[in-house]
């Protein structure tokens, strides 16, 4: 039997000294949308049918000194091609669940850690996706929580806390949020801004621009700073005046986007005037902690995705502008592609939607969700 390895045994390779090779089977228009990636991650891309009709001895990028572990969209075809590696002599083995797995994982990472109270970064590294958990005492808050719930629930026992509060920095349309279900699973407060949740059929405490959470008997605050231009609503959160959660409206290499709920120009003339005003007070020894990431490269030597307001600003132009009509030609020409889904993911986030489990792991995936296939 070919070995399996999990997520988990996969993520720990990508942060071995020898890295991982990673022969991914499917069709080069998945592989090309959306693979795993790493600094240590060496990919290559051969569907089944060729690996079966060439045999794969024949490609001589496939290292026979070194274990491949191969991929598929849910493990089945990547079995197969492991199977026929290992009969040629190769050292293979074949990530259980393959993609849909890899979406699944969460990886939780110390930002900071002291006697008074820790931030981890949980990485969802297949989206990109970052939420947090901030904790003091046994008191814990959960900023931005994926669907897959378990996973906060999992990782606050494990740590011996209580999830007292729930925050969603703004109304996703990228992932379905997990926070409203969290929520109610834990008896938690959730917060999120009353102009975010126009239509929406769910229960929340309204986050507004000054509203101040403590944590814990330390009294850590976590201060609401309303910062609008991704959304109307958008939020970001200052921990104990050292750490900003800046959602989806500041990343270490960006801005961001105006277009996603409509209103796209008067979206960009918002964020010019968070980014002059709210983001331009900011200190510049504060620690940036996006919602997101785009580049793997983004993530620190301490392995989270994380800078100072002082590195950020010098990398970002955006963050100098002072010519509003110069900033909004930018903002509103520089959307990009579409997040796949997003409609319905915002429907799901009102609350006005209610699909299974599958089916919200499906429309998670990609554009190219039809062509994953075994
Ligand atoms: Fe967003």
Known sequence: MVKRITVEELKKRMDSKQGVVILDVRPSNAYQEWRIQGDKVRS??????KLKEFGVESFSDIPKQQEVVTVCARGISAQEAAEWLEEKGYQASYLDGGMSAWSEFYEPVTVIKNEKYAIYQIMRLAKGCLSYVITSGQQAIIVDAGRNVERYEDFAKQLGVKITDVIDTHLHADHISGGNELAKRTGAKYWISPEETVGATFN???LKDGQT???GEAKIKVFGLHTPGHTIGSMSLLVDDKYLLSGDTLFISGLGRSDLKGHVQEMAHKMFETVTTKIAAIPDDVIVLPGHYSD???INT?????ESMSTVRKNNPMLHMTNETEFVKIAVGNVGVTPPNHETIIAINRGQLHPSKE??????????RCAVKH
Do not use: H
Not at 302 to 306: D, Q, T, W
Not at 359 to 368: D, F, M, T, Y
């Open 44 to 49: 290559l891309n051969i569907q089944n049918s």
């Open 204 to 206: 929340f405490v309204p």
């Open 213 to 215: 959470l403590t944590l």
């Open 296 to 298: 793997f490269q983004e």
């Open 302 to 306: 301490a392995g989270y995705v994380g």
């Open 359 to 368: 089916e919200q792991a499906e429309l998670e995936v990609g554009p190219n």
